[in-house]
């Protein structure tokens, strides 16, 4: 029985460097009329994804009240102010997140912030490594955009546009002949508003980012 008890509690020591590997304590300031960290959509958009798993905490750093929503109520709506500073909540499920200040913003507008939680972050950080970037533009659009994405051969590339509570709206395939001159893409059927496109690399979200639609 001994011999056992120290055979778990060496294999436990083992496990321990593992832990912070599984998930990771992800941090966004809530200052005055910004959230600034991953999902960050305040000024210049910053859509990175996180994992499942990972724990998110909104840390108070302003001066008046930021209550936090969730455009699709993922949570109930929490208060950010000198009495509440800090707010952490894990997502174990994958999807798009988007929220905004009560006060200070509304879906896709003003204080607001798009959290993607995608199943593992392997597709992201390929991305990133090898330099792969979508490009859609013009944006701000009436409808009519061009999609140009530079690609490594052999893998599947997909964009996927949603909208700001994460329905899915369309998907286009990205072959490589068409999208290194560029693919038109008509989404004139969509109303105007903001919404999000991403990039898929073999079924997993590499990269979100904001698109505007004007009438």
């Keep these: 029985m001994k011999l056992f008890t120290q055979f778990v509690a060496f294999f436990a020591l083992l496990a321990l460097p593992l832990v912070p590997?599984?998930?990771?304590?992800?941090?966004?300031?809530v200052g005055d009329n910004y959230y600034?960290?991953?999902g960050n959509a305040t000024g210049t958009a910053d859509l990175r994804t996180i994992s499942v798993g990972d724990v998110v905490t909104w840390s108070y750093v302003g001066q008046s009240?930021?209550?936090t929503v969730s455009d699709i109520g993922a949570w109930p709506t929490f208060a950010m102010d000198n009495a509440n500073k800090t707010r952490s909540i894990t997502f174990n499920t994958p999807g798009v997140f988007p929220y905004h200040c009560q006060a200070h913003g509304a879906p896709g507008f003003g204080q607001y912030g798009v959290l993607t939680v995608v199943a593992t972050p392997s597709a992201?950080?390929?991305a990133r490594t090898a330099g792969i970037s979508l490009n859609v533009y013009p944006n701000p659009t009436r409808g009519q955009v061009t999609v140009q994405l530079n690609q490594k051969p052999g893998t599947d590339y997909k964009l996927r546009v949603s909208n700001i509570i994460g329905q899915e709206l369309r998907t286009?395939?990205?072959?490589?002949?068409?999208?290194?001159?560029?693919?038109p893409v008509d989404l004139s059927n969509l109303r105007a508003g903001v919404y999000f496109y991403s990039l898929l690399i073999d079924g997993k979200v590499a990269s979100t980012k904001r698109l505007v639609l004007q009438n």
Excluded: Q
């Design 36 to 38: 600034r960290g991953p």
């Design 124 to 126: 992201a950080l390929d």
């Design 172 to 183: 286009i395939a990205l072959k490589p002949e068409l999208t290194a001159a560029g693919l």
């Design 65 to 67: 009240s930021h209550p």
């Design 21 to 29: 590997s599984v998930a990771a304590n992800i941090t966004i300031l």
